[in-house]
């Protein structure tokens, strides 16, 4: 069995694939299922670690602790020198990210039956966008986690190259394919020329003919509908008697996954307290009492979690009934529901759709093609069937079929494809 595999470290969910023999294969990693959620939750009543839906299962059921999710998010940001406070001690965001990876590690070793030195690791076009050097502390960053963990060899390929080598092993006949992969971080697209034929080259620079990226993704989506419909219900946009908005940082931070934990300083707190001791007006007052609450709490993943509910549902059905129960004061408990449609869903990410429709249109002008040329829309990534998104390419390319991918493993299959040519020959 060949040691090598591919690994697909997502803002949302990671997968592990390998070439078995015979065949490419998704290694099951928790509960029977190939992905594994990228969060870690460390329990401090069981003084334990939980990693992925368990980790997430732990925290809704209401365990004190700390929970990390995107973490991915860090990597090439400042942040990835500092810290986090995890039960009163100092754990490096680097160790975090670490601890993860080897436990994805341990986990796709345990379902292969064996050890894995070689790996490809997906990589976004961009990391960090405009900012080549940033872009490249995170991928080595990144590779020296995995040589952390044991792999003995380390290359990359870019995602939607991986999911575009997946593609072309169903393959039949050529075709010219744009490549949409939408992850929790980052929305990358390419051009390439796919054949049957192809499949046997490692070298693939000829076929492919762009290749760009801008770092909007699933959790950039969570992000804007929250910060649209959800933070008004704790204040967000309110006016003091001054005159002057509430402070947004706090409500941008609860709204991002990998900053929600900064709010839970005494810091915060102390300035949230005195702010809602000023309020006169008692709306405004009871909103900005509720914040308070959900951050002493500690609940603001929860709150996340919500707005990823909601965007995930309305993929499919035109409204959702968000059930907000605990968006309360200490002394009021008024039960909340709010109901969200696909036209709001919409008009909250209507600014993302632009950045990323301008960035398909760079791929297509990088590329030297028509809009008419392209033969295949081919979409992967978990993000990839946010309502509005699909109706915009289907205007802009009307003679392009699409095709859906395995959401979640198309890019980890297409790694697989990619050590097992890279490395596979090397190893017994």
């Not at 405009?130 to 952390?148: C, V």
Request: proline fraction near 3%; aromatic fraction near 8%.
């Amino acid at each position: 069995m060949q040691r090598v595999c591919g690994v697909d470290f997502g803002t949302s969910n990671s997968t592990v694939a390998w070439h078995d023999g015979s065949q490419v294969r998704l290694l099951t990693l928790e509960d029977d299922k190939p992905t594994l959620p990228s969060v870690i939750f460390f329990n401090a009543d069981l003084d334990e670690v939980a990693y992925g839906r368990a980790a997430l299962t732990a925290y809704l059921d209401g365990y004190e602790g700390r929970l990390m999710r995107s973490m991915k998010s860090l990597l090439g940001t400042s942040m990835m020198e500092g810290h986090t406070e995890v039960q009163g001690r100092r754990l490096p965001y680097q160790q975090l990210l670490t601890q993860y990876m080897a436990e994805l590690k341990r986990r796709a070793e345990g379902a292969a039956g064996q050890g894995f030195t070689h790996a490809v690791f997906g990589r976004p076009v961009h990391f960090v966008d405009d900012d080549a050097q940033a872009d490249k502390i995170a991928e080595q960053s990144l590779q020296d986690i995995a040589r952390a963990i044991g792999f003995q060899e380390v290359a990359f390929q870019f995602e939607p190259i991986a999911a575009a080598l997946d593609y072309e092993s169903r393959l039949s006949s050529e075709e010219l394919v744009l490549v949409v992969d939408i992850g929790g971080g980052t929305a990358d697209f390419s051009v390439i020329r796919l054949s049957p034929q192809g499949r046997a080259k490692i070298d693939r620079q000829d076929d492919i003919l762009s290749n760009t990226g801008v770092h909007i993704g699933g959790t950039d989506f969570d992000k804007y509908l929250s910060l649209q419909h959800l933070m008004p219900l704790l204040g967000m946009g309110g006016r003091l008697s001054n005159g002057i908005e509430m402070p947004s940082a706090n409500y941008f931070n609860l709204a991002t996954w990998h900053t929600i934990n900064l709010i839970y300083s005494q810091k915060v707190v102390r300035e949230i307290q005195d702010i809602c001791r000023d309020i006169a007006d008692a709306e405004l007052k009871y909103r900005c009492e509720c914040l308070l609450h959900l951050i002493e709490d500690r609940d603001g993943h929860w709150l996340a979690l919500k707005a990823e509910e909601a965007k995930i549902a309305l993929s499919s059905a035109p409204q959702v009934q968000l059930a907000l129960e605990r968006l309360r004061s200490k002394t009021q408990r008024i039960p909340v529901e709010l109901s969200i449609d696909q036209w709001q869903l919409q008009a909250a990410l209507q600014s993302l759709f632009v950045q990323l429709n301008a960035t398909i249109a760079l791929a297509l002008k990088q590329a030297a093609v028509l809009p008419d040329q392209i033969d295949t829309i081919f979409f992967t990534g978990g993000a990839s069937g946010v309502r509005g998104l699909r109706e915009d390419l289907a205007t802009l390319l009307p003679r392009a079929k699409m095709v859906q991918g395995d959401v979640f493993g198309s890019i980890g299959a297409g790694l697989a494809w990619d050590a097992h040519r890279r490395f596979g020959c090397l190893l017994p």
